[in-house]
């Protein structure tokens, strides 16, 4: 798909996200529109899924390490058609299958529940470790957050990642510099997080995580390298990122926007 396409579809799955936020009165937009650029290229143009056979047998797997970014998830779910569009507004509601955060239980699409920072990392390397011992393709990809590579456990995944050679491993780090509590580098700084995993063994790779273009050519990139090392992507991205007045806020980390702010953000997003 063209670079300028999978954006304005991106642009589009910002909107669905504030809307569900907006109805349901709670949630996480600062971190779901941060990384919705790069959700979108993988579900739209790199990974190998099919929406109508969710355990296919060698496909690629994802798992949102960061599982707060539900609404970016269930987004592009929808629009890939694992489920219904119309379902987004059920977001957070009692009996709803769209949950705060990933339930693998409910949603298909949804490879394992996610939310306990640290651990989605973790989760991918065994999968990826199996696919290695029992000769399978398909490669795994992790999305994690800045703020959540202050976890213990992110850094014996990768060092477990490195030892066992996992080439058909992809971490992408979301980093927008910010966290519930403020900037990163002010609550437990963890920077620079490429040179920390580098020095357990990994590939690093960079990009702008708002250029599709760079974005689909970078994930395709890791996709292919081999090399016997696990792939970083250190993706620099902007919290909020679409609506001003969101952008580069620590207090839009968890707050739902009001109906007057969202009519403002859907009508700044229209005009992007």
Request: glycine share 12%.
């Amino acid at each position: 798909m063209d670079p300028n396409a999978l954006s304005a579809k991106a642009n589009g799955l910002r909107c669905h996200i504030l809307r569900m936020l907006a109805q349901a009165g709670s949630g996480h937009p600062g971190g779901s529109l941060s990384c919705i650029d790069i959700l979108t290229a993988l579900y739209a143009e790199v990974m190998n899924h099919d929406p109508a056979n969710p355990e296919m047998e060698g496909r690629d797997w994802f798992f949102l390490a960061k599982g707060h970014a539900a609404p970016a998830l269930y987004a592009v779910l929808a629009d890939a058609g694992y489920f219904p569009v119309e379902e987004l507004d059920t977001l957070r509601k009692l009996g709803s299958r769209l949950q705060g955060h990933p339930d693998s239980s409910q949603l298909p699409g949804v490879e394992v529940s996610t939310g306990s920072l640290g651990q989605g990392l973790s989760i991918a390397c065994g999968v990826a470790a199996g696919l290695k011992l029992d000769g399978k393709p398909g490669c795994v990809f992790a999305l994690l957050g800045d703020g959540e590579c202050e976890e213990g456990q992110v850094w014996e995944a990768a060092m477990f990642a490195a030892h066992r050679g996992l080439d058909n491993l992809v971490a992408i780090v979301d980093n927008n510099g910010l966290q519930i509590d403020g900037n990163i580098q002010d609550v437990c700084n963890p920077e620079d997080i490429g040179t920390k995993f580098a020095a357990f063994g990994w590939d690093i790779m960079e990009m702008d995580g708002h250029n599709m273009a760079q974005i689909v050519e970078t994930l395709n990139a890791a996709k292919e390298a081999q090399g016997g090392k696990p792939h970083v992507i250190i993706a620099h991205t902007v919290k909020g990122k679409g609506v001003s007045f969101m952008e580069n806020q620590a207090g839009w980390h968890g707050k739902a926007p009001n109906a007057e702010q969202l009519q403002a953000a859907l009508d700044e997003l229209a005009e992007s």
